[in-house]
């Protein structure tokens, strides 16, 4: 199995463009995750999901959009890139949200806007 | 969801154990204590989770105070590999990564 795989792993844009950030999980999750992480800093909750078809702002939602539309994948949209989303992306997934699930993450989208 | 308190960084000699501590003094009585820890720029990797017992794995072992307000990560025998930031997330609904601990591994 390969768990929650992310494409592409790097990327570079100019300001304005616009890119969508791919996940697919092949654990039959219900749940999934976007996060990002910027230097020396730990990981902030961006937009997650609870199921096909839904979508949740988490902690910094702003700038970014979603969508759920099969199971197995969760897309991360920028509209108009801004240098101030320069920043590890990290995408995870888990059976139910929270208490007793963990989250498992892919190995991030580095994207750096110029 | 409750906040956590970890030490920035530690060291640990190679082959002792690494007792990495985590405050969380707020933490609500249906909230897991949930430990992870991120090598290099990889991803987060699961450790292990507990809610008011301990709890051994194959990676580690929880230590949970008796009033829940604080909990020990145990890795007992530190090797190389093991040189990352660990974080300590007490969550209900949703993950709140904080800075973490810097964990070194010393030869």
């Known amino acids: 199995n390969a768990g929650v795989t992310q494409t592409p792993k790097f990327r570079v844009l100019k300001t304005g463009q616009s890119m969508t950030l791919l996940c697919a999980q092949d654990?039959?999750?219900?749940?999934m995750y976007w996060y990002r992480q910027d230097p020396g800093m730990g990981l902030r909750l961006i937009h997650y999901s609870v199921g096909e078809g839904t979508t949740a702002k988490g902690e910094v939602p702003d700038g970014y959009n979603v969508s759920r539309l099969k199971k197995q994948n969760f897309l991360l949209g920028l509209e108009s890139a801004a240098p101030s989303q320069t920043s590890v992306y990290f995408c995870?997934?888990?059976?139910?949200?929270?208490?007793?699930?963990?989250?498992?993450f892919g190995d991030g989208t580095r994207l750096s806007i110029l | 969801d409750a906040k956590t308190t970890q030490p920035t960084s530690m060291d640990c000699a190679e082959g002792r154990a690494a007792n990495l501590p985590c405050n969380h003094s707020t933490i609500s009585g249906n909230e897991y204590v949930y430990w992870y820890r991120q090598i290099h720029s990889q991803g987060p990797q699961y450790i292990i989770h507990?809610?008011?017992n301990n709890e051994t794995n194959e990676m580690a072992s929880l230590i949970i105070t008796e009033d829940r307000k604080s909990s020990t990560l145990i890795l007992p025998h530190a090797t190389l590999r093991d040189t990352a930031v660990y974080y300590c997330i007490v969550t209900g609904n949703q993950f709140y990564f904080g800075t973490g601990t810097s964990l070194t591994v010393i030869p």
């Open positions: 507990g809610l008011k």
């Open positions: 995870a997934s888990s059976y139910r949200t929270g208490s007793y699930q963990p989250q498992h």
């Open positions: 654990m039959n999750h219900e749940y």
